[in-house]
């Protein structure tokens, strides 16, 4: 699986929209981008996922750049649950594939 | 949307005990489950893919022998620390993806189990 690049940490002011940032210029055709989330002392959570057009859920927006090489997740408005690690991760799309989590970003939503 | 739940959430134990860690995919079914370990301030790390019927593929590294995997049925699958000790302490993960038709390719996770050996 490709490797990705995050932020180590991010801060947003409660209700405003959160962007979060992912690098991951070596994805191949075949791969997707996929988004969890882990609050604190509980399992990752699923956001949202995709392969080159945006996609939205009740979630959040996904961003992905023509060429791929990078994508912006977006919280729309965020609340102080929102704080949690997110971790982006690239990968083909078979169903029994593995997730390879890397360090994700530390989102804190400030009140 | 798709439950997994694991039990116990949190087991403490005596150096050189076994202690078994159930996940279960409550509302569908799993032909693949994946264990997972975290240690404090650090990212989730895979142990092992759990088959269905088959013997679990374990990550370089992994003791295959000291972490026991048994995927009996299409909803549970087993995760045993045998002779446990301190430094098996960490936050124990399983995720399942719904094997059905109507099931996507996201793994749903469990909230984990906290292990600690004294």
């Known amino acids: 699986d490709a490797k990705t690049t995050q932020p180590t940490s991010m801060d947003c002011a409660e209700g405003r929209a959160a962007n979060l940032p992912c690098n991951h210029s070596?994805?191949?055709?075949?791969?997707?981008v996929y988004w969890y989330r882990q609050i604190h002392s509980q399992g990752p959570q699923y956001i949202i996922h995709?392969?080159?057009n945006n996609e939205t859920n009740e979630m959040a927006s996904l961003i992905i750049t023509e060429d791929r090489k990078s994508s912006t997740l977006i919280l729309p408005h965020a609340t102080l649950r929102d704080t949690a690690v997110y971790y982006c991760?690239?990968?083909?799309?078979?169903?029994?594939?593995?997730?390879?989590f890397g360090t994700g970003t530390r989102l804190t939503i400030i009140p | 949307g798709a439950v997994v739940s694991q039990h116990p959430s949190w087991v403490i134990c005596k150096s050189g005990t076994s202690v078994k860690i159930e996940c279960r995919s409550l509302?569908?079914?799993?032909?693949?489950m994946f264990w997972y370990r975290q240690f404090p301030k650090q990212s989730l790390m895979l142990m092992a893919t759990?088959?269905?019927?088959?013997?679990?593929?374990?990550e370089q590294g992994v003791e295959k022998d000291k972490f026991l995997i048994n995927h009996a049925s299409l909803t549970l699958s087993t995760l045993t620390v045998t002779s446990a000790h301190p430094e098996d302490s960490s936050f124990y993960i399983c995720?399942?993806?719904?094997?059905?038709?109507?099931?996507?390719?996201?793994?749903?996770f469990g909230p984990g189990t906290r292990l600690t050996v004294l």
């Open positions: 070596t994805i191949s055709g075949n791969e997707y």
């Open positions: 995720s399942a993806r719904d094997s059905g038709t109507s099931g996507g390719n996201e793994q749903f």
């Open positions: 759990s088959n269905e019927g088959s013997k679990a593929t374990y």
């Open positions: 995709g392969l080159k």
């Open positions: 991760i690239v990968r083909v799309d078979f169903g029994n594939e593995k997730l390879t």
């Open positions: 509302d569908f079914q799993a032909t693949t």
